[in-house]
């Protein structure tokens, strides 16, 4: 059963960072373009970062460029979103996601197949 698992949410003040880390069971991240979506209370979810299954292509949404990176570990199955100089605004409940190779960096949502549960974010002093 292939399946993702997101860690590392929780609360952090502003201007904090977090890293976020998506882990596979059931298959293997390398062959897939990963990315990271959030939705926050009351809004529509939306790609934040997405990564090509070689890594060369990367994509940030222009609210989190400058801030977060991401970046893969093949040899831990992982992907990770590091989250830097942390606003309120980025409040939200964080997913992974796996899409063909195809989908290369682009974050269009229906495109990817494989989703983990979420994990919380709480920015708030």
């Known amino acids: 059963q292939r399946q993702l698992v997101e860690s590392g949410g929780g609360l952090v003040q502003p201007g904090g960072s977090l890293r976020l880390s998506c882990a596979a069971s059931?298959?293997?991240?390398?062959?897939?373009?990963i990315g990271w979506f959030r939705q926050a209370p009351g809004k529509e979810r939306e790609g934040v970062s997405c990564?090509?299954?070689?890594?060369?292509?990367?994509n940030y949404a222009d609210s989190v460029k400058g801030r977060f990176t991401i970046s893969r570990d093949n040899a831990k199955n992982t992907v990770y979103l590091q989250m830097n100089s942390l606003l309120p605004e980025d409040t939200a409940v964080y997913y992974c996601?796996?899409?063909?190779?195809?989908?290369?960096?682009?974050?269009?949502?229906?495109?990817?197949?494989?989703w983990g549960q979420g994990t919380q974010v709480t920015v708030s002093s």
């Open positions: 990564i090509s299954r070689g890594g060369s292509k990367i």
């Open positions: 996601a796996a899409g063909p190779p195809s989908v290369q960096a682009m974050c269009i949502e229906h495109q990817y197949a494989y």
């Open positions: 059931g298959f293997t991240l390398e062959y897939y373009a």
